[in-house]
C-alpha cells in the first residue's frame, strides 16, 4: 500500500501520523509545495501527482489560509480542485488542518477566518470517540470550516467544527502529527511571535508539548488505526517495516 503526504511547507513534519501509517506497511511519499526559500512568497505553482496512485492521502497543516486564493492560488486553486477528484474517486483521504480545511472546500463547504483562533492544548466533544478521542488534540489554526453537503460532523468544540467524514475520508481541525520536535520548528518559523500575541509564553507552551507528547502519541495512533479501519476501510498490519520506508522523501514535483 502507498500513502502520500503533502508537505505544504518545509516545517510539516509527519510526525507520529507518519510513524502510524509505516508501522501498518505503507510505503510513504512526500511532497513539499513550498521550499523553505519560498515561505515569504509563497504563491508558486505545483503540479501534483495522480491521486490514483495512492491507497490514501494526507494533506497536513500550513500557515497560510485555506481561503486565501490572493495569496497561494497558484497551488490552493489546483489542489482543492486535485483533493475533489480524489474524494469523490473514493480514494481516501485523511485532511489535518488546513488539510481537512481543503476537504471541506473541495466537496462544497467553505473556509474563512473564524472569530477567534485556537492555539495550544485543547479538549474536543466527539460523537464517534472510538474514531476521533475527545483529546487533548494540539490546536494552531485561525479559520474554520463550513462542513460540506453530504458530510457528517462527528466532532466540536465552542469554537470551531473539529471533524467530519465524508465517503471514505476524514478531516480534522487539530494536529495529530504534534510533537515537541514539529511544534519547536513552528514557533522559529514565526510561530512564536503569533503565541505571544495570543498571550500566552512559548517556552511554556513547548514544554507543556514535552510532557504531553508520549500521551498525545498513543492517541495519535488510536486515531490513525481508526480512520484506516472505520472510514478508508484499508487493511492494515501488526508489523512496522524499516525506518527508511517511513523517511523517505520523493522528489518534488511543480
Not at 502529527?177 to 522559529?188: T, V
Not at 498525545?216 to 478508508?232: H, M, Y
Request: glycine share 10%; charged share 20%.
Amino acid at each position: 500500500m502507498r500513502a502520500l503526504f503533502i508537505q505544504h511547507d518545509h516545517v510539516s513534519p509527519l510526525g507520529p501520523v507518519g510513524e502510524r501509517f509505516a508501522h501498518h506497511g505503507f510505503d510513504i511519499d512526500t511532497v513539499q509545495v513550498v521550499d523553505e526559500a519560498q515561505f515569504g512568497s509563497p504563491n508558486v505553482p505545483f503540479a501534483f501527482p495522480d491521486a490514483g496512485d495512492y491507497d490514501v492521502i494526507v494533506p497536513l497543516g500550513a500557515p497560510w489560509g485555506a481561503w486565501d486564493d490572493a495569496c497561494i492560488g497558484a497551488w490552493l486553486v489546483p489542489e482543492i480542485e486535485w483533493m475533489r477528484d480524489a474524494v469523490t474517486r473514493d480514494i481516501p483521504v485523511f485532511g489535518i488542518c488546513f488539510g481537512g480545511q481543503l476537504i471541506a472546500r473541495a466537496m462544497g463547504g467553505s473556509v474563512a477566518p473564524a472569530p477567534k483562533g485556537e492555539i495550544g492544548w485543547t479538549a474536543i466533544w466527539s460523537d464517534r470517540p472510538s474514531l476521533v478521542g475527545q483529546g487533548p488534540w494540539f490546536q494552531f489554526h485561525y479559520d474554520r470550516w463550513v462542513v460540506p453537503p453530504g458530510a457528517v460532523e462527528i466532532a466540536r468544540n465552542p469554537v470551531a467544527s473539529q471533524a467530519f467524514t465524508i465517503r471514505r475520508s476524514l478531516a480534522v481541525q487539530f494536529h495529530p502529527e504534534l510533537d515537541a520536535a514539529g511544534l519547536k520548528g513552528w514557533l522559529d518559523w514565526g510561530g512564536a511571535a503569533k503565541v505571544d500575541a495570543d498571550g500566552q509564553d512559548p517556552a511554556v507552551m513547548l514544554a507543556q508539548t514535552v510532557a504531553e507528547q508520549d500521551a498525545a502519541r498513543e492517541r495519535t495512533f488510536a486515531l490513525v488505526d481508526a480512520f484506516l479501519t472505520q472510514v478508508a476501510e484499508l487493511p492494515t498490519r501488526a508489523w512496522a517495516p524499516r525506518a527508511e520506508r517511513y523517511l523517505r522523501p520523493t522528489a518534488q514535483r511543480g
